[in-house]
């Protein structure tokens, strides 16, 4: 007898795989070059030469057996100590080794992170627009995910909502900044706002609250702007993380998971991560790619041809007349479907003797709507990813506390 959870989810797999896997399709009929794939959150930009150059020097120099062997249970401590540096250097913290914890990108770091402050029957509230997988995360861990409707006028937290969400069985709040899919990132006055609210939330219900913050794209962000760091404003702070987009490399499955030194019980997540990863079998992951982001732990792809993509892309909606939200970071941009004009078009599809009127109506308005040939040839050659290897980008030390 087969697991029904899991036959039963087979009916409602996720959107953007099963969008992935039509577009892989059809790029086989017709030239992938040929299809435009907004699907899986792939980079379109190279890894740094360097880390590959770190990859193959680690293959060529280092021990074969201690290269390819299991790493400790709770990761390579001196990958731990590299990170643990890194943010401290750069937000202003006081991580150790002992309050960081390698996983499989920053997918595993939320498994291990749901399971550490929660306990089956409990829930866990995040905030619309959100990426859709983690219902599937949450729901995994025997938790229940209650999402709180977004505010849609800038994306920031829809604190109105909260109220009716976390009670005395809620856990944690789980939350993405730079966010997928608004590209929105939380603003200090948010965050600050956020952190007294779940002080206030504890107080009440008895329990510390634990801020989960996802954070795979931290270092897409846009005009200069200094993304806030949201464990610098609440201690009971566990932050996901992935090298996934900032060393365009999600194929590699490596991040962390990092514990806020402040928080309730800090000294036991690690280790608890250990054990979590036993029943997960989120275990030791690749030790070739700990060590290489390690020794690349400052650096990031060219993560420019983003910023430029994006302009282009926001510019054309405006003027099509979208309202869309100017993306603060990430490679997403969430605009607003014209509804009205789409269930006008809908009831008038839905008489025979007008479908043909509404039909020449729509192409006419496409073809004043269209952009220019040439315009087009140069979007989508900017949109294509670089042939040639992109220069590495240093990250930049964030003074402590640095505000948007």
Not at 102 to 124: E, Y
Not at 130 to 156: I, W
Not at 193 to 202: E, F, H, K, V
Not at 361 to 366: I, S, V
Request: proline share 7%.
């Amino acid at each position: 007898m087969i697991a029904q959870h899991y036959k039963d989810m087979l009916g409602a797999k996720s959107v953007i795989r099963e969008i992935s896997e039509w577009s892989t399709a059809r790029g086989k009929e017709i030239g992938y070059e040929n299809v435009f794939d907004y699907s899986l959150g792939n980079p379109s930009v190279a890894c740094p030469a360097q880390f590959t150059q770190t990859c193959l020097h680690l293959l060529e120099r280092t021990d074969p057996v201690a290269l390819h062997g299991y790493t400790p249970t709770l990761t390579l401590p001196e990958v731990r100590a590299k990170v643990a540096e890194s943010l401290n250097r750069r937000f202003g913290m006081d991580y150790t080794a002992d309050h960081i914890f390698m996983a499989s990108g920053a997918a595993g770091a939320l498994a291990h992170a749901v399971r550490c402050v929660a306990v089956p029957g409990q829930n866990i509230v995040t905030f619309a627009p959100f990426f859709p997988e983690y219902k599937p995360y949450v729901e995994g861990a025997g938790l229940t995910l209650r999402v709180a409707p977004p505010r849609v006028e800038d994306f920031q937290i829809n604190f109105d909502a909260l109220d009716a969400l976390v009670d005395e069985n809620t856990a944690a709040v789980l939350i993405n900044s730079p966010n997928n899919p608004s590209g929105v990132a939380y603003s200090a006055e948010t965050l600050t706002r956020l952190a007294a609210y779940l002080t206030a939330a504890g107080e009440k219900f008895g329990h510390h609250i634990f801020l989960i913050s996802d954070e795979p794209y931290r270092e897409i962000a846009f005009g200069g702007l200094e993304v806030p760091y949201p464990a610098k404003f609440y201690p009971d702070t566990l932050t996901c993380y992935s090298f996934s987009k900032s060393l365009s490399v999600p194929g590699e499955r490596i991040g962390y998971l990092a514990v806020n030194p402040k928080a309730e019980d800090a000294a036991y997540i690690v280790p608890m991560c250990g054990q979590i990863s036993r029943g997960t079998g989120h275990n030791c992951p690749s030790g070739l790619f700990q060590r290489a982001v390690a020794e690349c732990i400052d650096l990031t792809s060219d993560l420019s041809v983003y910023e430029t993509n994006m302009e282009l892309i926001y510019a054309e909606l405006k003027r099509l007349g979208f309202t869309v939200n100017k993306p603060d970071g990430t490679f997403y941009i969430f605009p607003k479907a014209l509804e009205e004009e789409m269930k006008k078009l809908a009831s008038a599809l839905d008489k025979p003797a007008q479908r043909k009127q509404v039909k020449l109506e729509e192409l006419q308005k496409e073809e004043k709507q269209s952009v220019h040939p040439t315009e087009k040839a140069k979007t989508q050659q900017v949109q294509k990813a670089p042939k040639k290897e992109a220069e590495p980008k240093q990250i930049t030390p964030k003074a402590p506390g640095m505000q948007k």
